[in-house]
């Protein structure tokens, strides 16, 4: 998944990087390293990120 399609559909959610962090339960660093593709998604995350 593009990390850039992850930013554009939280965005259109009106979803923070907190916000989804904290929805994924895990600390905003941690998200916003995998959205600025800094990390890789592990496969349980980006399937939490599709629903």
Do not use: C, W
Not at 32 to 37: L, P
Not at 39 to 46: D, L, V, W
């Amino acid at each position: 998944m593009p990390y850039r399609r992850i930013r554009d559909l939280r965005e259109d959610a009106d979803l923070s990087q907190k916000e989804i962090a904290q929805i994924l339960h895990m600390h905003k660093t941690t998200y916003v390293r995998y959205e600025s593709g800094e990390r890789e998604i592990p496969f349980n995350i980006a399937i939490l990120l599709a629903d």
